[in-house]
């Protein structure tokens, strides 16, 4: 099992970035790596993926302002986010692809407007 530790997250204006990481606890050389997020009273939803040879996709919400990247090497997965909207308030995961691993604590990202 893979353990998952989520971090960047806080308190962030409208329009502005933020940074999150995401280190795992053994190689995600051979795993596709997601990017979720959780808003209050909502589902959790993918919002970005990138594969093992490097190819993204990400949710129509978040297409064009979030960057998704991975250095194997340090087992690390991250998510760059720009020019972030209220609507992007939300606990942020990271997971398999697949979302099939333990879920971490996730990281609180707050956008206030």
């Known amino acids: 099992q893979v353990q998952l530790v989520e971090s960047g997250g806080g308190l962030v204006q409208a329009g502005g970035s933020r940074r999150l990481s995401c280190a795992a606890s053994?190689?995600?050389?051979?795993?596709?790596m997601g990017w979720y997020r959780q808003a209050p009273g909502k589902q959790r939803e993918r919002v970005a993926v990138i594969t093992t040879i490097g190819a993204t996709n990400y949710a129509d919400s978040v297409k064009g302002r979030f960057t998704i990247s991975r250095d194997n090497a340090k087992n690390t997965v991250y998510l760059q986010m720009n020019s972030l909207k209220p609507e992007d308030t939300a606990v942020y995961y990271c997971?398999?692809?697949?979302?099939?691993?333990?879920w971490g604590q996730g990281t609180q990202v707050t956008v206030s407007s």
């Open positions: 997971n398999s692809g697949l979302g099939q691993w333990s």
């Open positions: 053994r190689s995600i050389r051979l795993n596709s």
